[in-house]
């Protein structure tokens, strides 16, 4: 992978310092893994409070599938679209398994917002950057209603 990186940045410069950009590729890398993880912990968090504002129990934001599908009950959408997680497994169709996931996860944040009472402005950063939007929902002063 680095040896594509080191032939793409050679067409780019002509003159190059294989072992500074070695360097740079690995920084670079580093970065976004503990950027990822960063943003994971906030979700979480903010998950937790989310359940709490909706009077489940907190605990269920911190066991991976288990805190979907609270997620899913508490925005009022069955839990049972998670099935199609099971799609990815199949290689053929994996491509349509991405697309209907995505659809029920729009949904699903739309219908979320709606629970928080959040404007259209509100759902559409919540689509498109929810790892800013779910602590807003978590920690602002919004209130659940069922």
């Known amino acids: 992978m ?3 990186y080191f032939r793409i940045i050679s067409l780019i410069f002509r003159h190059y310092d294989q072992n500074a950009v070695k360097y740079g590729i690995l920084l670079a890398e580093r970065f976004w893994k503990i950027a990822l993880v960063f943003i994971g912990i906030v ?3 903010s998950m937790f409070k989310i359940f709490k504002k909706a009077g489940e129990k907190a605990w269920k934001a911190f066991i ?3 805190n979907l599908i609270t997620l ?4 009022g959408i069955s839990p049972y679209f998670l099935l199609i997680l099971l799609l990815f497994l199949i290689p ?7 697309i209907l996931y995505n659809i029920i996860e729009v949904t699903q944040e739309v219908y979320l917002c709606n629970k928080f009472k959040k404007s259209i402005p509100f759902i559409i950063c919540m689509i498109f950057f929810n790892y800013i939007c779910y ?3 978590a920690f602002g002063k919004s209130e659940y209603e069922k």
Not at 72 to 75: A, D, E, L, Q, R
Not at 92 to 98: D, E, L, N, T, V
Request: proline share 9%; glycine share 4%; net charge neutral.
């Open 2 to 4: 680095i040896e594509d």
């Open 135 to 137: 602590p807003i929902l």
């Open 64 to 66: 991976p599938v288990y």
């Open 72 to 75: 899913y009950k508490i925005s």
């Open 92 to 98: 053929q169709i994996r491509g349509i398994a991405f």
């Open 43 to 45: 979700i979480i968090i």
